[in-house]
């Protein structure tokens, strides 16, 4: 039996009540965000923030896009504008519209889709359901290092899939989570892209990457919002498993692991809230399918990066507290740099941001990179939030999918480089 058929490794979880909410679905009309507007509002006190969060909660109004910890991103919904100048006013700080109607950008993300070519090229964002027809044709074409996999399955039933690309054995392993958060579309775009390069490149740099390393994929981790961002609510970011306590509906996946869970403000009890944790670490099927799969292959794997965006950032450990830091934080923040530093040169001239999750963004407790680093002992872990910094936030354009993509190839030859420099890629299966 070849390597690839020994990895693949099939973790079925038995379907709930699903099908009983995706009748519900086909009645649901679909969302749209005419006139909301997108706004960056600097603050120079924990309380000014705390204020400017409070208007989360009134959830037709405001929704949060992205916060550290001097700066969030507020989506504010044209009914609310009288509040929020309000709230502005009385917490005393100026807020900058960057996005004038979100509608728009959603709209030209559609008007891109139907002129773009039939086939899958890069042009547009696909749904899950093409997204799985190409992983089909990757793996029929590739037969001999290619392999696909099943994690486990969604709250309403959905195969969680990913592929393993293997060309030799030996190879030290890299995992990559992506669309965890499923309205992050450029994430997946981005897998897919990655795929398509570490099977079909010619350039002898990317063979050598693509065959010195196993590489195991999964472009759409959270199936379920995936299909529900494509055909009800762009900007859904959690899950849809309805809450027992509340008639909020969805966990925010990337606080659901069990790694420091709901520690130090890192996440939210409260079931309406964007970074809600679930009432339980692993109540996702999703996490819990992701956290078992992960477990059974941590010694072949060597490397865990989660994609994500938006603001251009690579994350490593701690996100559950700033106060402390790995016991290789040194290294990882030397990797980060050469990622950095690596996409910096290239003709885009983008600039990636590094350091902990705590330390630059703000706390988030329960997330992948963290649950990697500590309970699973791959010692290099990543967030990458990828494109842009606010100009176009989450509905980031079909046409800047392959700079992206690009950037995050360059990006990743030179973490993976650096790594294995500092001696973090000999093959963990290999030691005595």
């Not at 405001?62 to 504008?81: G, I, Y």
């Not at 799985?132 to 099943?150: E, N």
């Not at 981790?221 to 609510?233: G, I, K, Q, R």
């Not at 980031?396 to 360059?410: D, H, M, V």
Request: net charge negative; hydrophobic share 40%.
């Amino acid at each position: 039996m070849k390597l690839y058929e020994l990895l693949a490794i099939i973790i079925l979880i038995a379907p709930t009540n699903g099908a009983s909410f995706l009748k519900k679905r086909d009645q649901e009309k679909k969302v749209r965000y005419d006139n909301y507007s997108v706004f960056r509002i600097k603050y120079e006190t924990s309380l000014q923030r705390q204020s400017l969060l409070e208007l989360t909660n009134i959830k037709q109004s405001f929704k949060l896009w992205r916060d550290d910890n001097s700066e969030c991103n507020l989506m504010v919904a044209p009914s609310a504008m009288p509040l929020f100048e309000e709230r502005l006013r009385t917490v005393n700080v100026t807020a900058e519209m960057f996005i004038e109607n979100v509608q728009d950008l959603i709209d030209h993300e559609n008007e891109a889709d139907t002129r773009a070519d039939a086939t899958f090229g890069w042009t547009r964002y696909y749904n899950l359901a093409e997204i799985d027809a190409w992983l089909d044709t990757m793996l029929a074409a590739y037969p001999d290092v290619t392999s696909g996999f099943v994690l486990g399955q969604s709250y309403e039933g959905r195969d969680i899939r990913g592929l393993l690309i293997s060309y030799k054995w030996g190879n030290p392993g890299v995992f990559i989570e992506s669309n965890i958060h499923a309205r992050e579309w450029i994430t997946s775009a981005t897998a897919t892209w990655l795929i398509n390069e570490l099977l079909t490149s010619k350039d002898e740099l990317v063979r050598e990457l693509a065959e010195s390393h196993d590489w195991y994929i999964v472009p759409v981790l959270n199936v379920d919002v995936f299909v529900y961002t494509h055909e009800t609510d762009r900007l859904w970011r959690k899950t849809r498993q309805p809450s027992r306590i509340s008639d909020c509906v969805g966990v925010d996946p990337n606080r659901n692991y069990d790694s420091h869970w709901m520690e130090n403000g890192g996440a939210s009890s409260n079931p309406c809230d964007e970074t809600y944790a679930g009432p339980q670490p692993f109540s996702e099927p999703e996490i819990k399918a992701m956290s078992d799969f992960v477990s059974i292959l941590k010694d072949k794997i060597n490397v865990m990066l989660a994609f994500h965006s938006y603001s251009q950032l690579l994350l490593s450990p701690y996100g559950h507290t700033a106060e402390e830091f790995p016991e290789n934080y040194a290294d990882l923040m030397q990797v980060a740099k050469a990622y950095s530093d690596a996409v910096h040169q290239l003709p885009y001239g983008t600039i990636y941001k590094y350091g902990s999750s705590a330390g630059i963004l703000y706390p988030a407790s329960g997330a992948t990179n963290d649950w990697a680093y500590n309970e699973q002992d791959i010692k290099i872990s990543y967030t990458i939030e990828f494109r842009d910094t606010g100009n176009f936030g989450f509905v980031l354009p079909a046409a800047f999918i392959k700079p992206n993509a690009e950037e995050t190839l360059i990006g990743i030859m030179a973490l993976l480089a650096e790594s294995k420099k500092l001696g973090y890629m000999e093959p963990k299966y290999t030691r005595n």
